[in-house]
């Protein structure tokens, strides 16, 4: 009779410890998962940004190629540029480089008339700096969790998860941050 006790006593004690770790590793999967997925929908998020700033200098190299016959090789490159990375640093450079240049010619071109088509490219300027603050706003989001993620799947036993999951280290996204150069309404 002891002995049947001490086996069940033994059988219920694996079971609960059993359970605890089925527990906890559930925890730490869900807590992996979460970051994980939190990380992909802001990628999702910055690529269709960057693709909403590359369309937004199409339009405004359009209009200062069609209305103030001003040609320049790098809205070529803009024109070519394919966005289906956002770890190419060197796709961001030419957007800038680009919104740079068509600044510069808005301040020369000053004197042009108030019309429709002066007005809508003044819009598509101001949409190009609310989308270029979300952006922004997008990376310094991804890269402050991106470190979360990379040093959760490094710590036991969360990297015993990461591997049953295929879950690999995330690289931090380059990138300029807010300065003096934008339009800010708010002051402080």
Do not use: W
């Given at each position: 009779?002891?002995t049947?006790?001490?086996?069940?006593?033994?059988?219920?004690?694996?079971?609960?410890?059993?359970?605890?770790i089925?527990?906890?590793l559930?925890f730490?999967?869900?807590?992996?998962d979460n970051?994980?997925?939190?990380?992909?929908?802001?990628?999702n998020?910055?690529?269709?940004?960057?693709?909403?700033?590359?369309?937004?200098l199409?339009?405004?190299?359009?209009?200062?190629?069609?209305?103030?016959?001003?040609?320049?090789?790098?809205?070529?490159e803009?024109?070519?540029?394919?966005?289906n990375d956002?770890?190419?640093?060197?796709?961001?450079?030419v957007?800038?480089?680009?919104?740079?240049?068509?600044?510069?010619?808005?301040?020369?071109?000053?004197?042009?008339?108030?019309?429709?088509?002066?007005?809508?490219?003044?819009?598509?300027?101001?949409?190009?700096?609310?989308?270029?603050?979300?952006?922004i706003?997008?990376?310094?989001?991804?890269?402050?969790?991106?470190?979360?993620?990379n040093?959760?799947?490094?710590?036991?036993?969360?990297?015993?998860?990461?591997?049953?999951?295929?879950?690999?280290?995330?690289?931090l996204?380059?990138?300029?941050?807010?300065?003096?150069?934008?339009?800010?309404d708010?002051?402080?």
């Open positions: 009779m002891k049947l006790n001490i086996i069940a006593l033994i059988l219920v004690i694996l079971i609960v410890v059993f359970l605890l089925n527990i906890l559930k730490f999967k869900e807590r992996i970051l994980y997925k939190m990380l992909t929908n802001a990628e998020d910055m690529l269709e940004k960057m693709n909403n700033k590359k369309e937004l199409v339009k405004m190299i359009n209009y200062v190629t069609k209305k103030l016959k001003i040609e320049s090789s790098t809205f070529d803009v024109n070519t540029l394919e966005i956002l770890f190419s640093f060197k796709d961001e450079n957007l800038d480089k680009c919104y740079v240049e068509i600044i510069e010619i808005r301040e020369d071109n000053k004197k042009s008339r108030e019309t429709k088509d002066v007005k809508e490219f003044n819009q598509n300027i101001d949409e190009y700096e609310d989308n270029e603050l979300h952006i706003s997008l990376r310094t989001f991804y890269n402050k969790y991106t470190l979360e993620y040093n959760l799947i490094k710590k036991i036993p969360f990297n015993l998860v990461a591997k049953l999951k295929g879950y690999k280290i995330k690289t996204l380059e990138g300029r941050e807010i300065d003096d150069s934008f339009n800010n708010l002051e402080v």
